[in-house]
């Protein structure tokens, strides 16, 4: 499957600036909260929420004291939402870059995602998988939720997907913590979400 619709960053943008940011939990996601409440400082130093929007995790993680949290979007306008609500929030860590382009310098401990994946055209889902472990040092985690769920045939994201699918894209280079469908899902995602932990191989 390739999306019909180029999802580049004037799409994006677009999206933005025709207020049509659906996907936007306007606040941190149960989730991703309790599995920040466990982490200890030393769990994870560096920390990149890639495809981030508004990144309320982001916001969430740095307001814990995490001090070395990255975001990285190709639309400003994500970026510039987050350097409002948190002011000192670095502005060295918003990282206005392709995901598929940033470089592992220094690798990172944990990758979080959030509607990133079902974003992307689904034709880059592999090469996702390989670039978060790319991203990652040995031992680093990928930490998140991914769709379960079929979202019919559409041209625009959300992509959705199987469970059997998202295994064979990160089985290479991931071993498979836990792989779930989560319990704590925001109501309208509901048993239609896997909560994943993978550590990098
Ligand atoms: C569906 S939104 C999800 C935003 C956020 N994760 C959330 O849950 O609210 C997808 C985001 O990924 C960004 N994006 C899409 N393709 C990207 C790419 N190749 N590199 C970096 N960001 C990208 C978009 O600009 C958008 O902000």
Same mark, same amino acid.
């Not at 943008?13 to 409440?37: C, K, M, S, V």
């Not at 918003?94 to 979080?112: K, N």
């Given at each position: 499957?390739?999306?019909? /619709? +180029?999802?580049?960053? &004037? ?5 933005? !600036? !025709?207020? +049509?940011? #659906?996907?936007? *939990? #306007? ?14 400082? !030393? ?5 990149? /929420?890639?495809? &981030?929007?508004?990144? =309320? ?7 814990? #004291?995490?001090?070395? /949290?990255?975001? !990285?979007?190709? *639309?400003?306008?994500?970026?510039? @939402? ?8 670095? @502005? ?34 592999? @090469?996702? *998988?390989? +670039? $978060? ?21 559409? @041209? ?9 699918? =998202? ?5 290479? =280079?991931?071993?498979? /913590?836990?792989?779930?469908? &989560? ?13 994943? $932990?993978?550590?990098?191989?």
């Amino acid at each position: 499957m390739k999306s019909a /619709v +180029q999802l580049d960053e &004037a799409y994006w943008r677009g999206r933005y !600036a !025709a207020h +049509q940011t #659906g996907w936007d *939990a #306007g606040a941190i996601t149960p989730p991703l909260r309790e599995y920040f409440d466990q982490l200890g400082p !030393a769990d994870a130093r560096r920390i990149l /929420v890639p495809g &981030a929007g508004r990144a =309320y995790e982001a916001e969430y993680l740095h307001r814990q #004291g995490f001090s070395e /949290v990255y975001v !990285a979007d190709i *639309a400003p306008e994500a970026l510039q @939402a987050l350097q409002q609500r948190v002011p000192d929030f670095p @502005a060295t860590h918003l990282l206005h870059q392709d995901f598929f382009a940033l470089e592992p310098a220094p690798p990172f401990d944990l990758l979080v995602e959030q509607t990133f994946f079902c974003a992307l055209d689904p034709a880059l889902r592999p @090469a996702y *998988a390989q +670039q $978060c472990a790319r991203l990652l040092k040995p031992g680093g985690t990928l930490a998140g939720l991914l769709f379960e769920t079929d979202f019919g045939l559409s @041209a625009e994201p959300p992509f959705g997907g199987t469970r059997a699918e =998202y295994r064979a894209y990160f089985e290479p =280079y991931f071993h498979f /913590v836990h792989f779930e469908t &989560a319990y704590n899902s925001l109501r309208p995602r509901q048993d239609r979400e896997l909560f994943i $932990c993978l550590k990098k191989k």
